[in-house]
């Protein structure tokens, strides 16, 4: 087999790898995101990406890669005295309001079905659930412990977060509304945010090119790595379960749909989405 076709095989094999749901309540991701797109998850719909399967692999591969470098940031965190703790605690935030707990995403969803939480008749069910990357401790630091979230992406986003902040960035809200649903849900006030770049070169032609073309001036070094911190916001939690609770109360799709798909050119979330094919059937 050449490479060339040894790269589109695994790369449509990659394409066909299933998302990782819980599928008991709603996601912190789809909360925060697209509901539509939480509830197709959440009733476990078949997808049909507009995006061929060759390109749907690279996107599920840069995403996978994010999963790789964690292990080597709890690494260095706790060379440098940190401790992680909790970074594969799975949560579930409740109608009730009250908050459940385990050791990892098997441990909550065998929890729940074993207690019946999900049967029509209960008056408490699970309304979003989540995991964060790790519980950050510094005895250095009065806040006391702190959610930890890593995220790494695409040059451009990054290049946006550095120069406005996370907080800043409009559409970039979903990471900040999950994190804000990961604090509340593990008992933490404060988020460290760590964002990565999947390419400093990039990054520093971002930089480069305005100062270039003499646009404006040439700031800071360009890095790889931008950190900030930021505490939670309330407001933020319950816009996420009400938003929970409207989709997991849902009898269908209809309504729920917070991104335009249609057009020639859909919004960028829609693009990458597995079922945009399906929510344009759907119609709003």
Not at 6 to 27: T, V
Not at 136 to 149: A, F, M, T
Request: proline share 5%; with cysteine; hydrophobic share 35%.
């Amino acid at each position: 087999m050449r490479p060339g076709e040894f790269r589109r095989w695994f790369l449509e094999e990659a394409g066909k790898a299933p998302d990782e749901h819980l599928n008991i309540a709603a996601n912190s991701s789809g909360v925060a995101g697209c509901r539509r797109q939480g509830w197709y998850n959440l009733t476990q719909a078949e997808p049909e990406p507009s995006r061929s399967a060759e390109l749907r692999g690279e996107d599920r591969a840069a995403a996978k890669m994010g999963n790789l470098i964690e292990p080597w940031v709890y690494e260095r965190l706790e060379a440098m005295g940190l401790e992680v703790k909790d970074a594969q605690t799975a949560w579930a935030i409740m109608s009730c309001r009250g908050i459940l707990r385990q050791p990892s995403d098997d441990s909550l969803k065998a929890y729940i079905e074993g207690h019946s939480l999900k049967q029509g008749h209960a008056t408490c069910i699970p309304i979003v659930t989540g995991h964060p990357d790790g519980i950050l401790i510094d005895s250095n630091d009065d806040r006391g412990p702190g959610l930890l979230e890593l995220k790494f992406m695409n040059y451009r986003r990054y290049s946006a977060i550095a120069t406005h902040g996370v907080e800043g960035i409009e559409d970039d809200r979903q990471s900040t509304n999950r994190a804000n649903l990961n604090m509340h849900a593990m008992g933490v006030k404060w988020c460290r945010m760590m964002d990565f770049s999947k390419d400093k070169t990039a990054v520093k032609v971002m930089h480069l090119l305005p100062f270039l073309r003499g646009r404006t001036k040439l700031g800071t070094e360009a890095t790889f790595l931008n950190v900030e911190d930021f505490e939670i916001d309330m407001e933020a939690v319950e816009y996420g379960l009400k938003r929970g609770e409207e989709l997991v109360n849902s009898t269908g799709g209809g309504g729920l749909r917070d991104y335009d798909p249609t057009g020639s050119r859909p919004d960028w979330q829609c693009q990458y989405c597995p079922f945009h094919k399906r929510c344009l059937r759907d119609g709003e």
